[in-house]
């Protein structure tokens, strides 16, 4: 804890004047040795932090000082960022391709608050996050003015219904050992973003010499794996089906997951509904069964759901009508069984949880972990009779796969000359030019607003080819958590591609800096569509519900008049750009360009004059 | 609104532009011009995009269907689409943009694409 500052004299000092002799009466203090933020910054090393993205506040001015200095800005690095939602959005997209947390470092309260938003997507999407967020907490220490705006009591109130844990600590030793817990805290699973309030006042004093601190190891951690004797009452049913299917949810949280999820289905001759929100199984696998969609489910008579993200919504459909009338996409008599963990860990506050739908067999575990369990007790279940009939039911459902592509092709060719271009057409372009890569790419943005066309025509079968979905759905986050996957990939020599809505985008276009000034190689494709086309569609609706104004609904909600220049505003933060491409017959010698540019290493945009989806 | 050229093959866009075809047994006349207006301008496109090509908001309107299903599911439509109701929309105007889907080019073979080759 700081000293008090001594008490001011009655008379004012005289004011220091060139030529004076003596020195200043008020104290000038430096440092000799170890401050705090230096030990602070031997516990980022030792929890194996390589990244801490921020953008600089007063609040950690000692902690980014140590980083720059004591740590020589190695391990971790500091990514300098022009928002808090960058950076916090940064940790999101990085801890699903590098399958470990990086940090982000904000400005106390105001940081905190611009953070708030990624901080919600990580939480919503269970992605592990280190967020310090800068205090003074002593009275006595702040300075007049901002920071006592900037600072509080109890800073992680903004944020504590969204995060898994938070931490303030009272002294080195006490922060030392919250932050080996945060981390553990934020990689069990359920995952999700921890908050530790790093005090500028333990950040900036010395260190006594004579105090012993100390750094406690991280455990080695194991995951929660679901219940043997519900384990194997799954593998009953499952096995004693005649129409299961395994709907995969957010199930991936390894590189072993697509294969493991594979192994599963192949053991069971099952077909698989991905909704796509990791990259959960490879998608040319003959037991991918997603282009079937709802139709898979009506005729299934027990239904696995993997680490479902919305159970009701998966089960039913809910049309957008006055009321929200739903029906069932199930039959009457399916059972369902949930392996998952998000019931492990909910908070009351926000809905974010989702509608309740019932099940006949909840096993509360970690989907991935739990299934080589899982497939053992089905291997166990099956009987040579029973294994006959699973392979005749697993050979129709491969040779129902054969068809997939070219129905798929038959939909891409549709509009393929048109002017906006299509959706197909962008994300066959630019698959023409990743298909040589031998799967060394990660889309990484979100595919839906596409009709979700790159998992559709893209070959994905590597655990880092797609990283699904912010979940929490606040807009902003594509740009910033692409950038992160491409910090993630960048040692790996991997093409990062992220199909960027432009409404998106316009959030936070400060993120093409930080791709230029930390020479990230990512190749933004703007999903140009010049609306917040989402909502552009609900005000429609709401017009048709009202039986008015049907041709009005552009106002408020479309991006024109005039057109953003996105190549332009690439430009001018450093990042090779092109665009406006409205002519399909242009993009794809504009894509081989721009992939010339990140595969030097570098940032590059293509705008993309798009149709809506 | 956005105003976009629809890029079609030679010759098909002026021979389809005239007032007063009817393409469809049962179809009233519809004026293909302001059913191209409508379409762009009442929110047909946001789903069904600017060429009919559908995607994952709504179904594909190339090859629409006859007249009378047409008509029905643009009143009182099922799954997500959200209603045109005659006090919006008149049965001219539904017409219209009947007669201007239509006019949606046919995709090519996807065999004769090679970008959508496996």
New interface residues.
Partial sequence: MAQPAPARAAVPAKPQTVGDTQAPTEQRIVTSGKVGGDFMVDCLRALNIDFVASCPGSTFRGLQESLINYGMNTKPEFITCLHEEVSAAMCHGYAKIAGKPMSCLVHGVVGTQHAAMPIYNAYCDQAPMLVMAGNVGEGTSRRPGVEWAHSAHDQATIVRDYVKWDDQAANLQDFAEGMVRAYDIATIAPMGPVFVVVDADQQEEEIDPKEKLFIPKLRKRSQPMGDAVAVAEAAKMLVAAENPVIVAGRYQRTAAGPQLLAQLADTLNAPVLDERSRMNMPNRHPLNHTERGAGLLRQADVILCLEPMDLFGTLNNVTDLIGRPSTPKIRPDAKVIVIGTTDAQIKANITAYERYNQADLGITGDAETTTPSLIQAIEKEITPNRRSALATRGQKLREQSTGFMKAVYAQAAMGWTANPISTARTCAEVWEQLKTSGGEYTMSSEANFLSDWPYRLWNMDKPWNSMGRSVGGGVGYTAPASLGAALANKEHGRITVSLNGDGDLLMQPGTLWTAAHHEIPILYVVHNNRAYHQEYMHVQRMAQRNQRGIDRAHIGTTIDNPNIDFATLAKSYGVYSEGPISNPVDLGPAITRALAVVKKGQPALIDVVSQPR | ??R????YGAGMLAGLLVAGSAFAQGAPNGNTVNGKKLFE???C???H??????????P?L?DPPVWEAFIVQLRTPR??M????A???TDQQAADIYSYVQTFPK????AT?P????
């Fill in positions: 609104m956005i976009h050229l629809q890029v301008t009442v929110g496109f946001q789903c995009g600017y060429v009919g090509q559908g995607g994952g908001a709504g594909k190339i799954q997500q959200p209603p045109f109701t006090k919006v929309l995709p090519a073979d996807p694409i970008l959508l080759r496996n």
